[in-house]
């Protein structure tokens, strides 16, 4: 059976007229014959140099006279940063505010040379001209040098590219001059500005002389802290009197204070690269942990400070520190000057810290008030711990370690053998004194090759090299400083308590005999503060001092708590029979 097609019926669409409106060339000039486009223009140079000065106001002249001589631009100004780096653009001020008048809407394009001077961070570069091409009224950049309109569609690309060169151009120029202030470090020569640096000025050749007006303020400030002075208390004292600072102020603080104890400057020698730059676009500084070799010069100028001063204020600094920390021996306690105890008597049986409390007794009917010291923890101080430690009144401790020093003097030929035997215990043997001196030798070889291969790396294509050798150098120097280091720290301990030990006999001679529990002498706190490191204070009365001659002594717990029950009888019974009244 044959079946018959259908005819299939097409049905067609009719045809659409399209109508095109043409583009207005300028919109404007529906309104205004011809809009006159605001320009403006951004220059900078990178520097404060004499040489960058005339580039900078070259750009600055001709850009006015550039975009005024274009009739159809209006003149809006030049934006111009003068000594900024370009890697960054927050503290570009003239930068900032061209782009808030961008926003405002009173600029139309920005003229600039090249676009590393707009900008040689490639993230900031791109941001920036987004953010202008986006506005209701889009800015247009226009860089000379690269011939690129940023409102031309076919430049993003072009643009990010050599802003990326840009970025890198700075990167290399950063690793130039960290290397060129490398080299100059490893010839030994040094920079160190003294605009605000107190104690020293520069003469005609550039080296470092002591101004003798401001050392005495240094001076003073080591001496302060030696007499156990606090940072905080030290800058007080100097802010009172309104003695100026490196800056001209008169206002201190402790955290300056402590920099300029902590400043080996002040002794002679000197540290470089003690601060280096981990980022070239953010130019973030950061302490030198090890980012970078370091280079170390003694007896570069003048010391205001003696070795021995110095040394010992370091010694005290880290002393300080661990206390407040917690060095592990003893729990964490703050510095205090209020009295030579301070810091400086521990309990015997808990190893806390002992403190000073203030006392009330009536005599008569009349309060008086009279200092002791007490475990800090028997003082119920520390939640959930308890000791038995015993409280002593600060006369009868102060008694006790004149009667130690009494008979001290009166075993002198003991105390200068026991001493004796400690810093032979402390000091250089002759095969560590010939190490020592074999060191010294090794180093300065080693330091004229570092200049040598410094001088070399300057005249040869193959820095690299040079720089691997320079490194390899700089790492053997600082083995051989280090255990040279700890050589000098047992000579300077032993040197130290040589120097201790004949004070303390000088001072020993003008204290006069005295009969122990009815006399009591006056307290020398000075000897005290000078020789004592540290003493334990046991419940029956003993206190076992170590002292700053290598040996310790003791205060016999009898004659303790004795001079106790003296003190306590004396108050009460009005019985008196000393070289000096109580203060109340």
Known sequence: MSMSRQPQVM?????????????ITNIDSETNEKTRKRVCAYCRVSTDQEEQQSSYELQVDHYAKFIKSNSSWEYSGVYADEGISGTSTKKRDEFLKMIEDCKAGKIDMIITKSISRFARNTLDCLNYVRILKGLPNPVGIYFEKENIDTLDAKSELLLTILSSLAQDESRSISENVRWSIQK????GKAHCPTTTFLGYDKDSEGNLIINEEQAKTIRR???EFLSGNGTNKIALNLTKEKVKTGTGRTKWTGNAVYRMLRNEKYCGDILMQKRVTVDFLTHKRVINRGH???YFIADHHPAIISKDDWNAVQIELDRRYKMNKGDGDHPEQRHSNRSPFSNTLFCGKCGDPYIRRTFTTFKKG???????????VADG???GQACDGKTYREISIEHGFMDMLQKMKLESEKLIEDASRAIAEVDLDSWE????EFLKLEIDMLDERLTQVASATRQSVASDVYDDMSLQIASEMDILQNEMDQLLQKHYEAKSIKKNLKWLLEELNDIEPFVTGEENPAFREDIFKRLVKKGYVYEDGLIIYELAIGI?????KSNLRVWNYVMNLAIKTNIWNTKRALSS
Not at 11 to 23: F, H, L, R
Not at 433 to 436: A, I, T
């Open 11 to 23: 049905e067609i669409e009719p045809k659409m007229s399209v109508q095109v409106i043409p583009a």
């Open 184 to 187: 100059r470090f490893q010839q």
């Open 221 to 223: 400030i080591f001496k």
């Open 292 to 294: 970078q070799p370091q």
């Open 366 to 376: 009349k309060k008086q008030l009279y200092g002791a010291w007490k475990c800090r």
């Open 381 to 383: 101080r520390k939640e």
């Open 433 to 436: 004194e010939n190490r020592l």
């Open 552 to 556: 310790s002594r003791k205060v016999d």
